[in-house]
T-cell receptor
Framework: ETGVTQTPRHLVMGMTNKKSLKCEQH?????MYWYKQSAKKPLELMFV???????ENNSVPSRFSPECPNSSHLFLHLHTLQPEDSALYLC?????????FGQGTRLTVV | QKEVEQNSGPLSVPEGAIASLNCTYS??????FFWYRQYSGKSPELIMF????GDKEDGRFTAQLNKASQYVSLLIRDSQPSDSATYLC???????????FGIGTKLQVIP
């Protein structure tokens, strides 16, 4: 139990599908993040939310749409993805820079 | 472009030896530094953090920071096969601001 829970753990979707990734943190942290991890690349920061407000959007394509209804929940809505979007998507929460990750969603776009 | 550089490895060490993992960072404004361990197919797990120049020890792990050289290292004493993983170095300007990760160094501890 990491304190940060992601669902689903695995997802296979077609390029025309719409799906959502969910993240919930039980640590009382104020900041939540979405990261993308592709093979042989560093973790890529996608979005940052602090106190439910989006504070960073790292030039992410509009086919990825985040939602943060409260400080404990974070969603990533996906639509019309491309095969190159296949990756491990990690949610994290942090307090004072210490980031704790969820188990990730392994996404495959076919 | 803020960067954290690591050698991707693999770094192979025999069981019982000291594993030395190194990292450099480009942003002089970085204040906090982290080491994460990531087993294959799993998410990163925070194992050490360091804010001040010098050494910080926690069990078999020692983190070292040299801000003048913009250099961070992680030493693992008495390496065990269970230490085999990818070790990610990360730097942050502090607070809730984004943490920049390196590509990670794959460590293999040979029994």
């Amino acid at each position: 139990e990491t304190g940060v829970t992601q669902t689903p753990r695995h997802l296979v979707m077609g390029m025309t599908n719409k799906k959502s990734l969910k993240c919930e943190q039980h640590l009382g942290h104020n900041a939540m993040y979405w990261y993308k991890q592709s093979a042989k690349k560093p973790l890529e920061l996608m979005f940052v939310y602090n106190f439910k407000e989006q504070t960073e959007n790292n030039s992410v394509p509009s086919r990825f749409s985040p939602e943060c209804p409260n400080s404990s929940h974070l969603f990533l809505h996906l639509h019309t993805l491309q095969p190159e979007d296949s990756a491990l998507y990690l949610c994290a929460s942090s307090q004072s820079g210490l980031a704790f990750f969820g188990q990730g969603t392994r996404l495959t776009v076919v | 472009q803020k960067e954290v550089e690591q050698n991707s490895g693999p770094l192979s060490v025999p069981e019982g030896a000291i594993a030395s993992l190194n990292c450099t960072y480009s942003d002089r404004g970085s204040q906090s530094f982290f080491w994460y361990r990531q087993y294959s197919g799993k998410s990163p797990e925070l194992i050490m953090f360091i804010y001040s120049n010098g050494d910080k020890e926690d069990g078999r792990f020692t983190a070292q920071l040299n801000k003048a050289s913009q250099y961070v290292s992680l030493l693992i004493r008495d390496s065990q096969p269970s230490d085999s993983a990818t070790y990610l170095c990360a730097a942050s300007t502090g607070g809730y601001q984004k943490v920049t990760f390196g590509i990670g160094t794959k460590l293999q501890v040979i029994p």
